[in-house]
């Protein structure tokens, strides 16, 4: 689409004036690089002191905001493909704008729609909130499509419009355009009519501009890092996959990792050690639990019926050769949370907590966190699964045995706080069947 030619004054007028008009009429809209010139037009200050062009009070507005925008700009660079970067990009915009509402949608290529990824100022469940890139009547999906800049000064006098968060009356979209196109909007809102100020608009304009390029970057970044994922998920499948093992094993101890993990956040005994970050690495590295079984002959590994104590000692080397594959992998190609926490998981997941385990035969808190918990779950995955060898056992009796090794075998904490959610673990294996 193209802005009419008309002069820079009539846009502003128009935008200014109450901008948003019901589809097939022309859009009240400004290009980003029309606002560097509006923002010219309009540099006047009524209020100035003699020999200034500002009021003293605009000077600190200006520095706050500057400040702030420092700030906000030095969080965005310091931020993490893991760590949760729109909520904080959304709150940090909230408060350099100081305008009521903002949010952040984020295009969601497979369903086509734009999810709300980050809201400040509205009380609005995220994870519900999707609009779909037919509603034009929203100025959001109209700033994305379009990719202009959206200015609606008061709605409830602009028919066809529907607003994003309910009670707002002024509402500014700003497309956030990638190397590729569009990948998101921004959403200025208030709940007074009369739009935003100049001053404003071209505030958000370089906040927005900024957001797109963390933004790319931080995509980039989390694509690049749930490739690698992915692929050594894959490579902890495939090493199960020899075992005779193609069902849903791997993907189980992950879901129930993940679970355990979810419970201590807020257990006593645990506060401090684990964290979010900490357990998504966990749902991770948990798949490489048996990857050392790669190395296990096939005569060993495939021998159906019991093993006799030279194979056992054989098969039990497993997580000696998980341990070193992992650490080799990270002496070639560098080490990152993930593979560490896989490292430990593989050496340690057949420690005991009584310290009769193996490798290394130690015991209570020498074993990693990460382990004690991989060695509750891949327990209970073993019993509840059906093997060539045995049946699966129902949950009560799986959860009777686990009590019964627990403070032997198992950290007892652990135990308990697993079996508390048996519809859960149900879930989990109706999930990931065999
Ligand atoms: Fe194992
Ligand atoms: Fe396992």
Redesign the pocket.
Same mark, same amino acid.
């Given at each position: 689409m193209v802005v009419d030619a008309c002069s820079v004054d009539s846009i502003q007028d128009r935008i200014l004036d109450g901008g948003f008009r019901p589809l097939g009429e022309p859009m009240d809209v400004i290009l980003p690089d029309q606002i560097d010139a509006l923002m010219a037009e309009s540099a006047v200050a009524p209020t100035a002191m003699p020999g200034t062009s500002r009021a003293p009070s605009d000077l600190a507005r200006v520095s706050q905001q500057l400040r702030a925008l420092s700030s906000l700009n030095t969080r965005l660079i310091c931020m993490e493909a893991d760590q949760p970067v729109y909520g904080e990009m959304v709150e940090g915009v909230a408060r350099v704008m100081n305008i009521e509402v903002c949010a952040l949608f984020m295009l969601d290529r497979n369903a086509q729609q734009l999810a709300l990824e980050g809201v400040a100022g509205a009380e609005v469940a995220r994870e519900d909130y999707r609009l779909d890139l037919d509603e034009m009547n929203r100025p959001a999906v109209l700033a994305f499509l379009e990719e202009y800049l959206v200015h609606v000064v008061n709605l409830s006098e602009t028919p066809g419009v529907v607003p994003v968060f309910p009670g707002v009356e002024s509402v500014m979209a700003l497309p956030i355009i990638g190397r590729d196109g569009p990948v998101g909007v921004f959403v200025f809102a208030r709940r007074e009519a009369g739009g935003f100020d100049h001053t404003e608009v071209d505030m958000a304009g370089m906040l927005v501009d900024q957001m797109a390029y963390q933004l790319e970057n931080y995509l980039l970044v989390r694509q690049l890092s749930s490739s690698r994922d992915a692929v050594i998920h894959g490579m902890a499948r495939l090493a199960e996959s020899r075992g005779g093992d193609l069902g849903g #094993?791997i993907d189980r101890?992950c879901a129930y990792s993940q679970l355990l993990g979810q419970r201590l956040l807020s257990a006593p005994g645990f506060l401090g050690q684990v964290t979010e970050e900490w357990v998504s690495t966990l749902a991770r590295a948990a798949a490489l #639990?048996?990857i050392g079984k790669v190395a296990i002959p096939d005569a060993v590994l495939l021998k159906p019926g019991r093993l006799d104590d030279v194979e056992y000692t054989i098969m039990r080397t497993h997580s000696k050769l998980g341990a070193d594959i992992l650490r080799e992998l990270m002496l070639t190609h560098g080490s990152f949370p993930m593979l560490e926490m896989g490292m430990e998981v593989a050496l340690f997941h057949h420690e005991r907590w009584d310290g009769v385990g193996y490798p290394n035969k130690i015991g209570g808190e020498q074993i990693p966190l990460s382990a004690r918990i991989v060695a509750v779950v891949?327990v209970y995955?073993?019993l509840t699964s059906r093997r060539v060898y045995k049946e699966a056992w129902s949950q009560e009796d799986t959860f009777n045995e686990l009590r019964r090794n627990a403070g032997t075998q198992f950290q007892k904490e652990l135990v308990d706080v697993f079996l508390k959610q048996p519809e859960k673990l149900e879930a989990i294996q109706r999930r990931f069947p065999d």
């Open positions: #094993h101890i #639990h048996d891949d995955d073993a």
